[in-house]
């Protein structure tokens, strides 16, 4: 790698009551780059997720953003850095409309300070103007600009997704962090996020790190693939390597050993 | 066998539509604090009467017992409410919302018993006289310049009152549709979405509920001129109930909800005074709890979202 | 949907378990300093009088708080008409006794009976329906409210706020060695309370039905997966926290001598305390922390005057809520 990585995550470690849900993952993550984070169910993804994001302390590890540290730093700290997240079952706030939505993820935005908005009431008149436009401008791209006005909790599953990732782009985030954005999203509505991401990397820059199941998207549309099993990272590598690796085949198939059927 | 009768002269009198008005208005802003809380930010601030003691209490001591004038009083003891809150806030906000509530009502009944118990600062049970004396001035002047009959004598409270009531609606109304008040919004929906976009759920909570304890306080200055005697028993935990009664008939996440809700809740509470049924004194105070029990759950059940509430708008979740 | 959080929600981690020797070494050194500041403050004679004052109290909000405490472990409701629970068997007893004439001890029973009924007709017409339809957490501590007001409020109406007295001997008491007093009357009521204490204990340990509702207290989800007939099992709960809660309101309006509407209501925040210490859901913590609340107000007596007393509890619920919500004697894990 030419440049430092943009995320570092070293020896994490942490336990749910129990279970070591995460037991000493570690991966770097190269700017620019599309990586795809897979395994089988309760390999400890989405823990780590929390972990980087800062939503879960680790009992033990560090991670860095962007060459600083951001292991014990509050969520929303590391969200306004540059490190933002989506959820696996989307969080879009049911009782405000899609246009505020987006607008709640504006950053720098004075008319969120009570001090600002009761001492200087049209001070943020312009920010306000300025978050609209670039609001409706992303929802447009998203092809949601028609519900703007609605409450997103009419939204249908696949829209919500669409506008979980359009929110986070409000922020201008530099490493996008996406848990599962395919999963319920019918197959054009997939292929659109993929040219999204495919279009923000190119012109932007922006880094991607995935979870995801659908192995079609995660092997022809990601640089590198890491693949956890019982809370460790057990490959790393390019896509084609890791579809062949001995372990990766053992541990998707002792799970499905494990598991009940379906 | 037994009619009911109700006492119709006495809604004809100027003194009680007078005194109405002017516990609507004192409820109605104590209220415009809850819906704050409750409404838009969804946390569960069930010691907002805490706060109404504490405004009138820090207000009445520092004129009587430390010799402040009433007008610097006020100011001073609004930032002391807002003290209380910070500090209660500060560890509490952060517990789920059952313990937050717990804790909030907790505060509250502190705050009664310190007042009740600390008689060296705040005579206890005996109460406190004497701190509207500026304030008597002013009224008496008012009353002689608009000549009003000695039976108009709360007018001047009635007309400040309304106006106080008004000018914190027009602020909390612009507060609410501000940028701030859709963050609160925010955090009542969800608070882990608001973080992962980069603010912080938590200090907003804290803001939501310093503002309520600001407007508590004024809604205790409010009280104290108006009974001109203040006592432990005037803070009681119900005087909260009486408020949650209100908001939620005028409806959650409306705060011209606040001032309908308080207005017919107070109508009815002070109707029940003069029913004329063969009961005694104790027996009506009772019924009016009684009707406020039935109103918190009956709208609760039947129509939650109140009069001007909207369903989407409601906070159902938990 | 009862509202609830996920069981492995995005918050903080599990706290790692602090049993072990540390832990104990900790819980002894901590109870021998608290032990010598006792003796320091009262001698001997005043530190077992409080004690013994302090279990009469802590076995009465045992009682009360244990039930609380199933209940919100199974339904996540933080009944706020459980104080007025209590004076509602106190008044039922009364009225059993001085109204219909029944003996104490039969009147009690009645009493028992009568809250148990009052929780399960609760239970059948308010809560269930609106369990059904998925009412939140705002609108069933709001219900919670209104009922407690509806049945302190009903009871004065009916009963009049004048102190009452159910027929017990206030007067006479037991000289113990030592210079120690009990009333007789108190003395009666600590061991009736801490015997069924006993009987709820090895109840909820050992019969199928307590094993029943300590699962379903944990965790309602898994309870139904087991094969745990819910709907009954929570009939149950609500019966058996109305009888626990009328003991403890006949057994402390015995105690106190007289009582009035209030008198449930005065001590709810002291069985919230009591709950929270031991932990929200745990009926064993909730018995512990009942005992403990009790033990604490009394011995702060000997610290400060005793009309701070209850705000000592307060201060204990503040407290625990402030710096380990999750309480000391087990119960939730998760925040």
Redesign the interface.
């Known amino acids: 790698m030419a440049e430092a990585p943009i995320l570092t995550v070293e020896d994490v470690h942490l336990r749910f009551g129990g279970v070591h849900a995460v037991a000493g993952a570690g991966f770097h993550v190269a700017r620019g780059s599309v990586t795809a984070l897979i395994g089988p169910n309760g390999a400890g993804k989405t823990t780590l997720f929390n972990v980087v994001t800062g939503f879960v302390r680790a009992e033990r590890g560090r991670v860095s953003y962007d060459g600083a540290p951001v292991t014990r730093r509050p969520p929303h700290a590391i969200a306004a850095r540059g490190m933002v997240r989506t959820f696996q079952l989307t969080k879009t706030l049911a009782a405000l409309t899609v246009l505020e939505n987006m607008l709640i993820a504006a950053p720098r935005h004075p008319g969120e300070r009570l001090t600002t908005v009761l001492v200087r009431p049209r001070a943020w008149r312009r920010r306000e103007r300025e978050a609209r436009a670039r609001a409706l401008e992303l929802l447009d791209d998203f092809g949601l600009g028609g519900t703007a006005g609605d409450y997103a909790g009419t939204l249908s599953g696949g829209q919500r997704k669409l506008l979980e990732l359009a929110r986070a782009l409000m922020i201008e985030p530099r490493l996008l962090l996406l848990d599962e954005p395919m999963a319920g999203v019918n197959p054009s509505l997939g292929r659109r996020l993929l040219e999204h991401m495919e279009r923000l990397r190119a012109e932007q820059g922006v880094t991607f790190l995935f979870i995801e199941h659908d192995m079609e998207v995660v092997m022809n549309h990601s640089d590198r693939v890491i693949v956890m099993a019982e809370g460790q990272v057990i490959a790393d590598d390019e896509p084609h390597a890791v579809r062949a690796d001995p372990r990766v085949i053992d541990a998707y198939l002792g799970a499905r050993r494990q598991e009940p059927p379906a | 066998m037994t009619t009911l009768a109700v006492s119709l002269s006495a809604f004809g009198r100027p003194e009680f539509w007078i005194g109405v008005g002017i516990l609507v208005a004192i409820y109605a802003i104590l209220t415009l604090g809850l819906q704050l809380n409750?409404g838009y930010t969804g946390i569960?601030n069930f010691g907002q009467v805490g706060f109404m003691a504490v405004g009138a209490y820090a207000m009445a001591v520092l004129v009587v017992e430390a010799g402040w004038s009433f007008w610097a009083s006020l100011p001073a003891a609004t930032l002391i409410a807002v003290a209380f809150a910070v500090l209660l806030g500060l560890?509490?906000l952060r517990?789920?919302?059952?313990?937050f509530?717990?804790?909030t009502?907790?505060?509250a009944?502190?705050v009664r018993?310190?007042i009740q118990?600390a008689d060296g600062l705040t005579g206890g049970s005996q109460g406190v006289l004497g701190f509207e004396i500026a304030w008597q001035t002013i009224a008496l002047s008012l009353q002689a310049d608009l000549g009003l009959a000695p039976e108009l004598a709360l007018v001047p409270l009635l007309i400040v009152a309304w106006v106080t009531l008004a000018v914190l609606f027009a602020?909390l109304l612009?507060?609410g549709r501000?940028?701030?008040g859709?963050?609160l919004?925010?955090v009542?929906?969800?608070e882990?979405?608001?973080?992962?976009?980069?603010?912080?759920?938590y200090a907003y909570k804290l803001?939501s509920f310093a503002?309520a304890g600001a407007v508590g306080a004024v809604s205790g200055y409010l009280l104290a001129l108006y009974l001109s005697f203040l006592s432990p028993d005037a803070f009681l935990a119900?005087v909260t109930?009486i408020s949650?009664a209100m908001l939620?008939v005028g409806g959650l996440g409306s705060f011209p909800g606040v001032v309908v809700g308080a207005f017919i809740v107070q109508v009815v509470l002070e109707g029940t005074r003069y029913l004329q049924l063969p009961l005694?004194d104790?027996?009506v105070a009772?019924?009016r709890?009684?009707l406020?029990?039935?109103?918190?759950?009956l709208v609760?059940?039947l129509r939650?979202q109140g009069i001007l509430g909207r369903r989407?708008?409601?906070?159902?979740?938990? | 949907m009862t509202g609830r959080q996920p069981a492995v929600s995005v918050g903080r981690p599990g706290l790692p378990a602090r049993r072990g020797a540390l832990a104990r070494h900790r819980g002894a050194a901590a109870a021998v300093a608290a032990a010598a500041a006792l003796l320091a403050a009262g001698g001997l004679v005043d530190v077992a009088q409080a004690t013994v004052n302090g279990l009469t109290a802590g076995a009465i909000f045992a009682l009360g708080a244990v039930g609380l405490s199933l209940v919100y472990g199974s339904l996540r409701l933080i009944n706020f008409a459980h104080g007025d629970f209590l004076t509602f068997g106190a008044y039922a007893a009364l009225l059993a006794n001085a109204g219909l004439g029944l003996p104490l001890v039969a009147a009690a029973l009645v009493a028992l009976a009568a809250t148990a009924l009052l929780g399960v007709g609760m239970e059948l017409a308010m809560w269930r329906p609106m369990r059904a339809r998925g009412a939140g957490a705002l609108q069933l501590i709001l219900m919670a409210i209104g009922l407690a007001f509806v049945v302190r409020y009903a009871i004065a109406f009916v009963a009049g706020p004048e102190p009452r007295r159910l027929g017990v001997d206030v007067t006479s008491s037991y000289d113990l060695p030592g210079g120690l007093r009990i009333g007789q009357t108190e003395l009666w009521v600590t061991v009736i309370a801490f015997a069924v204490l006993a009987a709820v204990v090895v109840l909820l340990r050992s019969s199928s039905l307590g094993k029943q509702m300590r699962a379903l207290s944990d965790d309602v989800d898994l309870a139904e997966t087991t094969g745990v007939d819910t709907g009954r099992v929570i009939i149950v709960i609500w019966a058996f926290a109305g009888v626990l809660a009328g003991l403890a309101g006949v057994l402390y309006a015995s105690a106190l001598g007289s009582f009035d509407p209030n008198v449930g209501f005065i001590i709810l925040l002291s069985l919230f305390a009591a709950v929270i210490l031991g932990g929200m859901g745990s009926a064993y913590g909730a018995l512990l922390g009942g005992v403990t609340i009790g033990l604490v107000q009394e011995w702060s007596t000997l610290f400060i005057d005793v009309r701070w007393k209850l705000v000592v509890g307060f201060a204990v619920l503040v407290a625990v809520l402030t710096l380990r919500p999750e309480g000391f004697f087990g119960g939730e894990r998760r925040l």
């Open positions: 409750i569960y560890p509490t517990l789920r919302t059952h313990y509530a717990i804790a009502i907790a505060f009944e502190i018993y310190v118990n602020v612009a507060l501000s940028p701030w859709r963050m919004r925010a009542r929906e969800d882990d979405a608001v973080r992962a976009l980069g603010k912080n759920a803001q503002v119900s109930f949650f939620i005694t104790h027996q009772s019924l709890y009684i406020i029990g039935l109103v918190l759950i609760m059940a939650p989407q708008e409601m906070v159902l979740r938990g």
